[in-house]
Every structure is written in structure tokens, then in C-alpha cells.
């Protein structure tokens, strides 16, 4: 029995029960919980399959686009208009590329983001990029996982919600693990557990996203909310909620590669210097040979960013040689102690990270970000030094 293609799935309500999830009613009925381990895979995730709407269903859909979404972090609260992009075989696209923006990023065989300001494309690397690449799967990492060298690791039963949940081990090729739960009876995806930062420099949080509001697109059930907690404590990190997914639409190639434009010298400065990342010396020469033949032109805030993103990269050494020097030549600039202070703290060392931050609020009390670094520091249980 199929449902309308106006209605929502809601788990917490009675489901007709589709072949798969009969199957598994019976077993758990017959065998009980004890034997949910020994319960075969391949099966669970047919049921899993069957449930989103069948294969070819899956197979059928070429381009999916989600629009009209509204994030929501802390304080922060957007627009409603968060939009994203598939279309086979792997591109993305995240930031609608006929709206204008500050920020977009995407995946076209390799994962990349665009700053609006300084107007810059940087091609990622390390876990940035693996989130990217990782996200470009629409069908979702369960429809043969094996195609995509998915390992799946059946585990225990839990509760979500007070309801009973399969937990799953995902481990990606590229050696990433993530903890999924289907819920027992419809076979969905509620929940995911994941350690990971939650921005560029922040430790590692071990959060729950529950996984829910599931509506037929295309005749496949797709999640339209994800709600994202910190186990530990509860406290809410964030939530996504998509009014509209579309699929089949036909796109433009455009939308999944960067922005196409002229370079002012400035922006090819600063993706000269992002991209000679792994040669310090390449990007002290550059970055001195810059300045020499145009003293004219600011730096610092191309420089800045420059720096920013490789120690995203992981490109410390780099980061810290042209941080330094762009200390130097601003010494009166508190962003780029703050700058500098970020590529200390991440080189792990504390007391240079504690004295460039406090240098950034002599040359601005209000600079928050230079504040926010030395109470986490402090928070952490670093000395002052």
C-alpha cells in the first residue's frame, strides 16, 4: 500500500507496512530481540530500499534540487532560503548560484568553495573536502553501499524517541564512520551519530541528528528535517528545515562548477598563495615579490584569509610563515594578531596563541573573536601565560 504523494511520513503514527517491513515484524515477533545481531544485512537494507521506494525508483531520479530552507544555530537563525543541488553521477552544489550570496560550495569531482568577499575559489582538501564529497551521494550511503566501497556493520538495537532502532556502522572509503539508526518497523534512516568539529577549528563533538519529516519525491521518501544535538550535554547545535525537494528538473553544468570571472591582483594573490599551500617558502616568495611590486594594494585581509584557509587545510607551517609576516607588516592591525593567534593556538602552541589574542584586544577591546579565543582557551584549562 502506497501512501498519497501529498502525505508526510510521520513515525510516531501506525505505517502500512511494506513487504520488507512485514518481513522484519515477523522475525523480530518470532525470534526476539536477541536475535537482532544475528539477523542477515543484506536483507535489512532491501527492507531499507523497499521502504524509500524501491530501486528503480531511486535510479530513476537524475537531479534533485532541495530549496526554501531554514537553518538555524544558537543565536543564528537564516534566511529560509538555503538551497542545494544534485544531479548524477556525483556533482553538488550548496548556495543557489542564481541568487547571489557571499558563500557557495560544491562538488564536481572534486569538492571547492567560493567566497563572494574577497572573491576567491579555493579547492579543499582534508575533512572539509570529505564532508563535500561525502554529501554529493543523494540516493543516500544505503542504496548499495557496496557499489560505492560502503562498509556496513550491522549492530545492536537501541531506542530513539522510545522507539526501537537498528544501529548501523557506515565506514566510507575514505576511512570516515558514522553510526546510523533505521527505525525497526518503517526501515528509515531517524537518527545519525557522528563525531566530528563543528566548525574549522572547534574540538570534536559527538552529536545525535535526528532524521525525520520523510515525504515522497519522485515517488523515493526523502527527510525534509534534520535536528542536531550534543550528546553529552543535549544542547541544541542546529537544525535544517526544507519546505520544497524537487527532482528531475533539468539543470545547467554551471550551477555545479565555480564561478566563472576575472581575477583582480589581488584575488589571484590570494589563490596563489592558497594553492602553493604545501611550500612554505613558495608562499613567502610570493607574498614578498606581491608587496614589493604593488605597495599600492591592501593585503591583510587577502592575506588573512589566505592564511585562514590553509590551516583548514592542514598546511600549518605555511599558515604560520605568512601569518607572521603579515603581523609584521600590520602591526597596528588587531585581525591580524587575532590571525596570527588562531595559527599559534592550531600549531598547539598556547602561550604565543594567549599573547597574540591579547595583543588584538589592545588594538581593539571589541574585537569578539580575539575574547571568544582566550575564554575557550581558559575554559579549556590553559595556564595564562
Given at each position: 500500500?502506497?501512501?498519497?504523494?501529498?502525505?508526510?511520513?510521520?513515525?510516531?503514527?501506525?505505517?502500512?507496512?511494506?513487504?520488507?517491513?512485514?518481513?522484519?515484524?515477523?522475525?523480530?515477533?518470532?525470534?526476539?530481540?536477541?536475535?537482532?545481531?544475528?539477523?542477515?544485512?543484506?536483507?535489512?537494507?532491501?527492507?531499507?530500499?523497499?521502504?524509500?521506494?524501491?530501486?528503480?525508483?531511486?535510479?530513476?531520479?537524475?537531479?534533485?534540487?532541495?530549496?526554501?530552507?531554514?537553518?538555524?544555530?544558537?543565536?543564528?537563525?537564516?534566511?529560509?532560503?538555503?538551497?542545494?543541488?544534485?544531479?548524477?553521477?556525483?556533482?553538488?552544489?550548496?548556495?543557489?548560484?542564481?541568487?547571489?550570496?557571499?558563500?557557495?560550495?560544491?562538488?564536481?569531482?572534486?569538492?571547492?568553495?567560493?567566497?563572494?568577499?574577497?572573491?576567491?575559489?579555493?579547492?579543499?582538501?582534508?575533512?572539509?573536502?570529505?564532508?563535500?564529497?561525502?554529501?554529493?551521494?543523494?540516493?543516500?550511503?544505503?542504496?548499495?553501499?557496496?557499489?560505492?566501497?560502503?562498509?556496513?556493520?550491522?549492530?545492536?538495537?537501541?531506542?530513539?524517541?522510545?522507539?526501537?532502532?537498528?544501529?548501523?556502522?557506515?565506514?566510507?572509503?575514505?576511512?570516515?564512520?558514522?553510526?546510523?539508526?533505521?527505525?525497526?518497523?518503517?526501515?528509515?534512516?531517524?537518527?545519525?551519530?557522528k563525531t566530528a568539529p563543528i566548525h574549522a577549528f572547534g574540538e570534536a563533538v559527538t552529536s545525535e541528528t535526528r532524521i525525520g519529516d520523510y515525504r515522497p519525491v519522485a515517488g523515493v521518501l526523502f527527510a525534509h528535517r534534520f535536528v542536531d544535538t550534543e550528546i553529552a550535554t543535549g544542547r541544541p547545535l542546529s537544525s535544517m528545515q526544507w519546505r520544497r525537494i524537487e527532482a528531475n528538473r533539468n539543470l545547467p553544468a554551471s550551477w555545479f562548477a565555480p564561478p566563472d570571472f576575472e581575477r583582480a591582483p589581488i584575488q589571484k594573490l590570494t589563490e596563489h598563495l592558497y594553492f602553493q599551500r604545501n611550500d612554505p617558502v613558495a608562499v613567502a616568495w610570493t607574498y614578498r615579490e606581491f608587496r614589493r611590486f604593488h605597495p599600492e594594494i591592501e593585503t591583510a585581509s587577502a592575506v588573512e584569509f589566505a592564511g585562514y584557509q590553509m590551516l583548514k587545510m592542514g598546511n600549518v607551517v605555511s599558515a604560520l610563515e605568512l601569518l607572521e609576516r603579515n603581523a609584521d607588516d600590520h602591526p597596528q592591525r588587531a585581525d591580524a594578531a587575532f590571525g596570527l593567534g588562531r595559527a599559534y593556538e592550531t600549531a598547539g602552541d598556547v602561550g604565543q596563541a594567549?599573547?597574540?589574542?591579547?595583543?588584538?584586544?589592545?588594538?581593539?577591546?571589541?574585537?569578539?573573536?580575539?575574547?571568544?579565543?582566550?575564554?575557550?582557551?581558559?575554559?579549556a584549562g590553559e595556564p595564562v601565560r
Open positions: 500500500m502506497r501512501r498519497p504523494a501529498s502525505t508526510a511520513l510521520d513515525l510516531t503514527a501506525p505505517r502500512p507496512a511494506s513487504r520488507w517491513a512485514l518481513h522484519w515484524g515477523l522475525l523480530w515477533a518470532l525470534l526476539g530481540t536477541s536475535a537482532l545481531s544475528a539477523a542477515p544485512l543484506d536483507d535489512l537494507l532491501r527492507c531499507h530500499v523497499e521502504a524509500r521506494g524501491g530501486l528503480q525508483r531511486i535510479r530513476a531520479i537524475e537531479t534533485l534540487v532541495y530549496s526554501e530552507g531554514l537553518y538555524e544555530e544558537g543565536d543564528y537563525k537564516g534566511s529560509g532560503n538555503a538551497f542545494m543541488a544534485f544531479a548524477r553521477p556525483y556533482l553538488r552544489a550548496v548556495g543557489d548560484p542564481d541568487g547571489g550570496g557571499s558563500f557557495r560550495e560544491g562538488y564536481d569531482g572534486s569538492a571547492w568553495e567560493w567566497y563572494a568577499d574577497p572573491g576567491v575559489v579555493v579547492r579543499t582538501v582534508g575533512h572539509a573536502a570529505g564532508a563535500i564529497r561525502r554529501g554529493a551521494d543523494f540516493e543516500g550511503v544505503l542504496i548499495e553501499p557496496q557499489e560505492k566501497g560502503v562498509t556496513v556493520r550491522l549492530g545492536e538495537e537501541i531506542a530513539i524517541d522510545g522507539r526501537p532502532a537498528i544501529h548501523l556502522t557506515v565506514i566510507y572509503p575514505d576511512d570516515f564512520s558514522t553510526e546510523l539508526y533505521l527505525d525497526r518497523e518503517s526501515c528509515l534512516i531517524v537518527a545519525q551519530r594567549q599573547s597574540a589574542y591579547r595583543r588584538a584586544l589592545d588594538l581593539d577591546p571589541e574585537h569578539r573573536r580575539a575574547r571568544r579565543a582566550l575564554d575557550a582557551l581558559a575554559e
